[in-house]
Antibody, heavy 121, light 107 residues
Framework: EVQLVESGGVVVQPGGSLRLSCAASGFTFDDYAMHWVRQAPGKGLEWVSLISWDGGSTYYADSVKGRFTISRDNSKNSLYLQMNSLRAEDTALYYC??????????????WGQGTLVTVSS | DIQMTQSPSSLSASVGDRVTITCQASQDISNYLNWYQQKPGKAPKLLIYDASNLETGVPSRFSGSGSGTDFTFTISSLQPEDIATYYCQQYDNLEVTFGPGTKVDIK
């Protein structure tokens, strides 16, 4: 059974930093691209970032480019999101999600339950 | 950047009704269009991929069609468990964009 479990969400002050983690199990982690998607309270889904199966390629939404860094450790079946220079508008539930097939851009077939990041003074 | 629009933003229908949601892309995305269902307090779930392909295990009352810039998602016979928000999502041109969502409830 595929499982994605996010962690690391906390309350942080504007301008602060945070690293989110996603522990994956139930599939061959290094065969698939992985994504972060966020959802502000009461709002819709916003794609944040994608990393290729080997970490060699990364992509970001314009809203986080230059502030967030996605990475992965295939030896630990783990995905990460380093978030710097946090703003109030980064407040959201952050989901990690798995790409459906080998390759970079494809549907997101499994999602975690999310970890909540609140940026507030 | 590719922008996605959905209509309506919300709808109310009776059990057994046919429900249709449309999604429009700001440029041609071929068939790189997926549909997700999100129930309150839950993570999104993939229903339809590549515009018209039903994800494994998803009931056949859900369907999708379209290509290029205009897409349609249909629930052939609305069931109480279909109460959710539905999102389209494109993944063309090295970017990913979600539509704003359509909230579906029972009349």
């Amino acid at each position: 059974e595929v499982q994605l479990v996010e962690s690391g969400g906390v309350v942080v002050q504007p301008g602060g930093s945070l690293r989110l983690s996603c522990a994956a199990s139930g599939f061959t982690f290094d065969d698939y691209a992985m994504h972060w998607v966020r959802q502000a309270p009461g709002k819709g889904l916003e794609w944040v970032s994608l990393i290729s199966w080997d970490g060699g390629s990364t992509y970001y939404a314009d809203s986080v480019k230059g502030r967030f860094t996605i990475s992965r450790d295939n030896s630990k079946n783990s995905l990460y999101l380093q978030m710097n220079s946090l703003r109030a508008e980064d407040t959201a539930l952050y989901y990690c999600a798995k790409g459906a097939w080998f390759g970079e851009f494809n549907p997101l077939d499994y999602w975690g339950q999310g970890t909540l990041v609140t940026v507030s003074s | 950047d590719i922008q996605m629009t959905q209509s309506p933003s919300s709808l109310s229908a009776s059990v057994g009704d046919r429900v249709t949601i449309t999604c429009q892309a700001s440029q041609d995305i071929s068939n790189y269009l997926n549909w997700y269902q999100q129930k309150p307090g839950k993570a999104p779930k993939l229903l339809i991929y590549d515009a018209s392909n039903l994800e494994t295990g998803v009931p056949s009352r859900f369907s999708g069609s379209g290509s290029g810039t205009d897409f349609t998602f249909t629930i052939s016979s609305l069931q109480p468990e279909d109460i959710a928000t539905y999102y389209c999502q494109q993944y063309d041109n090295l970017e990913v964009t979600f539509g704003p969502g359509t909230k579906v409830d029972i009349k």
